[in-house]
């Protein structure tokens, strides 16, 4: 069975620092792209960053680049978040999803078939 | 950045209704599309990727069709587990993002 499972978020004070993990059991985790998302309270998804099988490919959600490092441990079968500089906005639940390859329109296409139960991050003095 | 609208934000349908959901992406994105469902304090839960394929053990009232900029999301015979938000998200380039959601609620 397919499980992730985030870890790592809390209460921090603007401006500080915050390290998510997602620990990730039931497939080969090294075989599958990995991305984070995020919703604030009481609204939308908001993808945040996606990183590659090899972490060749790193993306960002340009209200997180430069403050938000994305990385993983294949060994260890873990993605993991590193939030600095975090602001009141950044409040959300991070959920991290697994990337399943799919063909759209002939070429290759990423969607998140797998998802943890989220970890709530609260940005607030 | 490619912006995803959808419409309408809210419906309200009863059990049985043929409910159908818009996706307007803001320029081209061929069949780049998937959608999800969201439960009140659940994760999301892929429904259809490539604009018009069933993700694995998804009920067929569920489809999807659609390509270059308008999608639609279409239940069949809406069920009470139905009741939820669907987001679509495009798939064609990064920054990947979600349209801001459809609430259905039971009438």
């Known amino acids: 069975e397919v499980q992730l499972v985030e870890s790592g978020g809390g209460l921090v004070k603007p401006g500080g620092s915050l390290r998510l993990s997602c620990a990730a059991s039931?497939?080969?985790?090294?075989?599958?792209?990995m991305s984070w998302v995020r919703q604030a309270p009481g609204k939308g998804l908001e993808w945040v960053s996606s990183i590659s099988t090899a972490s060749t490919y790193i993306y960002y959600a340009d209200s997180v680049k430069g403050r938000f490092t994305i990385s993983r441990d294949n060994a260890k079968n873990s993605l993991y978040l590193q939030m600095n500089s975090l602001r009141a906005e950044d409040t959300a639940v991070y959920y991290c999803?697994?990337?399943?390859?799919?063909?759209?329109?002939?070429?290759?296409?990423?969607?998140?078939?797998?998802w943890g139960q989220g970890t709530l991050v609260t940005v607030s003095s | 950045d490619i912006q995803l609208t959808q419409s309408p934000s809210f419906l309200s349908a009863s059990v049985g209704d043929r409910v159908t959901i818009t996706c307007r992406a803001s320029?081209?994105?061929?069949?780049?599309l998937a959608w999800y469902q969201q439960k009140p304090g659940r994760a999301p839960k892929l429904l259809i990727y490539?604009?018009?394929t069933l993700q694995s053990g998804v009920p067929s009232r569920f489809s999807g069709s659609g390509s270059g900029t308008e999608f639609t999301l279409t239940i069949s015979s809406l069920q009470p587990e139905d009741f939820a938000t669907y987001y679509c998200?495009?798939?064609?380039?990064?920054?990947?993002?979600f349209g801001g959601g459809t609430k259905v609620e039971i009438k």
């Open positions: 490539a604009a018009s």
């Open positions: 999803a697994r990337d399943q390859l799919g063909y759209c329109s002939g070429g290759s296409c990423y969607s998140s078939d797998y």
């Open positions: 320029q081209g994105i061929s069949s780049y």
């Open positions: 998200q495009q798939l064609n380039s990064y920054p990947l993002t």
């Open positions: 039931g497939f080969t985790f090294s075989a599958y792209s």
